[in-house]
Structure formats: structure tokens, C-alpha cells
């Protein structure tokens, strides 16, 4: 149990910064982007890549799978920036199932590694040099640190001018426009500080989980991110924790009920995502602004 309270806890800090990325597109500047997973997916290639393959040192390729993942995100937002929102939202999807197509069916060494096959073997930190209970606490405990100073700095960029300006686009583009914001380059900068986040979050996930294929980053993925963010409290950074928590707890703990159930495995993977559907909708219903509200911010009148 207590092996797997330390998963569970990686995970949520993993999926947390994942929320917490989604929240500074959506929850602040109103971006709706359905292929948010591409950040997760392309960080978690490239820190793989650059270790095993190119001899990096490991906190330097994560710096890299982020400044990487930050540029994949202007990339999204070239073409798209001027577009409404529905739109928007299918041309994000779009983008990143053809970057997972495109890795699904290229070669990385030989025949095996890369495409269908994935990447094995992924190098951990310091596993080496740690046991395998050692390990895990210890990225727990890297995990967590984090997720804190990322909890930081976007919390600093929401009370700063920018993230106000990022509010304001949230609510009607021609609010910021009459002001003489740029728009399409405030856009592109939400992206890709959305987009550095969940390509830290693909990094540590690629080396703790020691193995990344296609397959791992489905348009599902994508569902489950928004799925947090909806019920925690969209452009609250606290609420996408909050719900990052509720979430993986149903997702990961449901496992348990074949033990008190007599339940095929494939059901239960369909009625756990059943149960979060069904949660999603009740809070669109009943609160809408999520479990942790934003907090509007009030200014006194002299």
C-alpha cells in the first residue's frame, strides 16, 4: 500500500503540472486546445532521445524537452491564432495526432526502438545509484519540488501585467485590442508556457516511467487533462490541483474494487471512465465554476 501511495502521489504531481499547463491556455487566456497531450507526448520523446541517444546529461535534456515543447506550441499557434475558438479547438486536435502518427511510424534505432515499439530502457535519475524503493521516494520527493516552484512562477505570471492581459483576451478579444495588446503574440506566448510545462511533465514521466510509446498519449489523454482542469476550476491554478487529485484517485484506485467485486478488468476500465463522465457533467450542471471557483479580483473605489 504504501508502494502504492508514492505511484499515486508521482503521478498526481506528474498530471498536476499537465493541469497546471492546460490552466495557463485555457483558464487564463480562454485558449481551447484539445491536443494538449502533444506537449506531454513531444517532451517526453525528446528528453528520451537526447539521453539515450545523444549522450545528454539529464537536467539539461529536460531544459531542452521544454524549450522543444514551448516551440512545438508556437508552431500550433501560427496557422490558428487568428481563428475562433471552435476552430481552434479541432485544428489543435488535429496538430497533435499528426505529431503522434508521425512518431508512431518513424524509426528511431533499428527496427525496434522508435515507431509502434516505443523506447525502452529510458535512463532513470540516479536509479543507479538508489534501490528501487529508494528510487521512487526520492522521485516523489523531485516530483513534488516541482510541482511547487511550477505552482509558483504561474501564479507569478497570473498577478503579473501579462496575466492580466491574458484575462482580458480570455474574456473578449477586443478588450485587449483596444488597449493596444497584441493579441496573436500574447497567444503565442500562453502557448508556449503551456507548452514548456507539460513538456517538463513528459520528461519526468518518460524517465520515471522508463518506457514511452504512441500509444500512451491518445486524444483520451487529452479528455482526462480537461476533465481536471473542469472540475477543479478553470483559471484557478489551485482548482487544477484540486482536481488532478480527485481525478487520479478514481482513475487509479478503482482497481481495487475486483478485490470486493466480482468485475471483468476490461469493464471496469470503461465504467472508471464512465464515473468521470458522469462527474464532469454534474459539475457542469450544478458547478460550473468548479470545485475551487476563480477568484475575481476586486479593486476599491476612492
Known sequence: MIEFLIYLLTIIGIWGLLSLSLNVQFGLAGLINLGHIVFFMVGGYASAILVM?????MPLA??????ISALVGVIMTIPTATLRQDYWAISSLAFAEIIRFVLKNTPIQGDY????????DIPQPLGDMLSTHGFYLFFLVLTLVLLALTYAVVEWITRSPYGRVLKAIREDDHVALALGKNVRSVRMRAMAIGGAIGGLAGAMFAHYNAFIQPNYFLPLETFLIWAMLLLGGKGNHLGAIVGTVVIELLYNSTRFLKDFIDID??????????????????????????????????????
Not at 53 to 57: A, K, N, R
Not at 114 to 119: H, P, W
Open 113 to 120: 526502438i522508435g515507431a509502434s515499439f516505443g523506447i525502452p
Open 265 to 302: 478488468q476490461g469493464v471496469l476500465s470503461s465504467a472508471r471512465m464512465v464515473v468521470i463522465g458522469i462527474l464532469i457533467i454534474l459539475v457542469v450542471l450544478y458547478m460550473p465554476n468548479g470545485l475551487v471557483p476563480e477568484k475575481r479580483r476586486r479593486y476599491a473605489r476612492e
Open 53 to 57: 541517444f545523444h549522450g545528454w546529461p
Open 62 to 67: 529536460w531544459i531542452a524537452a521544454m524549450a
